[in-house]
Structure formats: structure tokens, C-alpha cells
């Protein structure tokens, strides 16, 4: 008789642990599922301001917006890998691992492009050359000089 009640007491006990554990589990991914739409809206709100703040030194022809158009788009980038990170954590089988390996790999060979444009950019610039933003017309003038 006592040996039953060994028995059930820890059938009962195995039960409550795998109800905590399979909770714990559950917040766990909705807290990562947050973190991972957070970060998404950050880098999506970066580069909205900074698709609004081109478009507008565009227009008033500032010489370095193509640097800061770079800028924004790589820190938007970073964001958007950061959010992709996370959801390697929370991935559930192979194929979804694969995917977001792939979309990590193409969002890396991105951010290298883009900075790899930012340092020839400073690089022209650091050379008193400033590219005129008209908006795909290249033009090319002497930082002291203005139109």
C-alpha cells in the first residue's frame, strides 16, 4: 500500500514538473517572439526616418546624405539580423533553420556591402570631394564651393 502511494506521488510530481516546464517553455518563446518583433520595428523605424531624412537632404542637395542614407540602412540592417538571430532560438525544426541560416547569410553579405561603400565614401569625402545628391545626376565639387 505505501508503495502505491510512492508511486502516485511521484506520478503526480513527474506531472506538475512537466506542466512548469512545458509554461516555462511557453513564455520563453513569446518572450523571444517580442524581443524578435522589437527588434523588427526598430529596424524598420530606422530606416523609414532615414528614407524621410534622404529624401529631404536630397532635395536640398546636402553633399554627404549618401553616407547617411548608408549609415541608416546599415544600422536598419543590424537590427533586422539581430531579429533574425533570435529566432534561431526558437526554431523548431531543420528546414526553418536552414531558411533563416540562408536569410542570415544574405542580410550579412549586405551589411558588408553597404559598409564597404560607407568606407569609400568617407574615403572620397576625406578627399574634398562631395558627390551632389541630385538624385542620380553625379556631380562632383569642392567642399568650399556652394551652388
Known amino acids: 500500500m505505501q508503495e502505491e502511494h510512492v508511486i502516485i506521488r511521484k506520478q503526480i510530481g513527474e506531472e506538475v514538473s512537466d506542466k512548469m516546464l512545458h509554461g516555462l517553455e511557453q513564455g ?39 553616407l547617411y542614407l548608408a549609415q541608416g540602412i546599415s544600422l536598419a540592417l543590424e537590427f533586422k539580423l539581430g531579429a ?8 523548431r525544426d531543420l528546414s526553418e533553420l536552414l531558411t533563416l541560416g540562408i536569410v ?5 553579405a549586405l551589411t558588408l556591402i553597404i559598409h564597404w561603400e560607407i568606407r569609400v565614401e568617407e574615403e572620397r569625402m ?9 538624385c ?10 556652394d551652388r
Open 136 to 145: 542620380g545626376k553625379k556631380e562632383v565639387s569642392k567642399p568650399w564651393t
Open 28 to 66: 520563453f518563446q513569446i518572450f523571444v517572439q517580442y524581443g524578435v518583433l522589437l527588434l523588427e520595428f526598430a529596424g524598420v523605424m530606422v530606416l523609414l526616418v532615414t528614407a524621410a531624412k534622404s529624401m529631404y537632404g536630397c532635395v536640398r542637395r546636402k553633399p554627404d546624405i549618401r
Open 84 to 91: 533574425e538571430v533570435l529566432r534561431t532560438v526558437i526554431a
Open 104 to 108: 542570415i547569410l544574405l542580410r550579412g
Open 126 to 134: 576625406g578627399e574634398g570631394e562631395i558627390a551632389r545628391p541630385d
